[in-house]
């Protein structure tokens, strides 16, 4: 009898547990997480604005929810808990490389995450009228020469490293006040280097463009695109630069302060230098308040 009650018990107990199980399961099962209105990708213009929406309500069974989005500086969340939405924004892109896309995962507890691809489009391909670089290309005209010099060719250079010195990566004639130089779509090793003493982990590479002006086949300087308030030279200048792969670089080194977003390919980086209100000489892929046109100067 004893023994029968003890096989009874333990069917009881296999049962119970079953039983449990099987409502965690169904718990399981009807635990939800999804966003309105459903969208697997955005795409941003490169003005920052875009076509798709960029408010999502969050509907879950779950009592907490949160947005993670992979390491970028340009795309931006906001939440609001109170209307269980949330917003995202995007910078400006001045450079003509499309930017590295950004995965944005919508997560609850344990649940799958919803995950959305955002990107966003390169700057026009057309020329820009303030950076000059048109695609691979840039368009010089107008060279501001003090010293009335007569200028035949530019020549676009880079450093090599570390065997130093320089080398030609592309060349054109100035011919009536204008040129087109170029550009390769891509550097060799050679002249690249960590930028700046960045972090190594990121394994980028990159290095900016010298632009050299010659007169009767001799060198006589360089010429940067330097900010003109139609009256008056600006200090501020642009300094083209390629890398072999994108990177964030946001930091403070000495006198230098960089905020810089940089795409693989070819990239405008606005160089403010340091002043007796500005201490520290400003490296920035966004376009500086201010600045509403630029002009090409001999130095």
Request: glycine share 6%; with cysteine; proline share 4%.
């Amino acid at each position: 009898m004893r023994k029968k009650n003890l096989i009874l018990l333990s069917i009881a107990l296999i049962a119970l547990f079953t039983s449990c199980e099987t409502e965690n399961e169904k718990e399981t099962k009807s635990d939800t997480i999804n966003i309105t209105p459903s969208v697997s990708s955005i795409v941003f213009e490169a003005d920052g604005s875009a076509a798709s929406p960029v408010t999502f309500k969050v509907v879950t069974s779950k009592s907490s929810w949160d947005v993670l989005v992979s390491q970028n500086d340009w795309l931006h969340v906001t939440k609001d808990m109170v209307k269980q939405t949330f917003t995202l924004t995007a910078d400006v892109n001045t450079s003509v490389s499309e930017r590295t896309p950004v995965v944005v995962a919508v997560t609850a507890g344990t649940l799958t995450p919803v995950n959305i691809h955002v990107s966003q489009k390169a700057a026009s391909a057309g020329c820009n009228s303030i950076t000059c670089l048109c695609g691979h290309s840039i368009y010089i005209d107008s060279i501001d020469v003090p010293n009335g010099e007569k200028i035949d060719k530019i020549e676009a250079r880079m450093s090599l490293f570390p065997a130093g010195g320089t080398v030609a990566l592309a060349s054109a004639q100035y011919v009536n006040n204008h040129a087109e130089l170029i550009l390769p779509e891509s550097v060799p090793d050679k002249n690249l280097c960590s930028y700046f003493g960045m972090s190594a982990e990121q394994g980028a590479k990159s290095n900016t463009l010298l632009l050299y002006v010659y007169s009767n086949g001799n060198y006589i300087g360089e010429i940067k695109l330097k900010q003109w308030d139609g009256g008056n030279w600006k200090t501020a200048y642009i300094s083209y630069l390629y890398a072999n792969k994108g990177y964030n670089l946001n930091s403070n080194q000495a006198d230098m302060t960089f905020q810089l977003s940089i795409n693989k390919g070819w990239n405008v980086m606005f160089m403010t230098p340091a002043d007796r209100n500005n201490p520290s000489t400003l490296h920035s892929t966004q376009m500086p308040a201010g600045i509403t046109a630029m002009k090409w100067r001999f130095r």
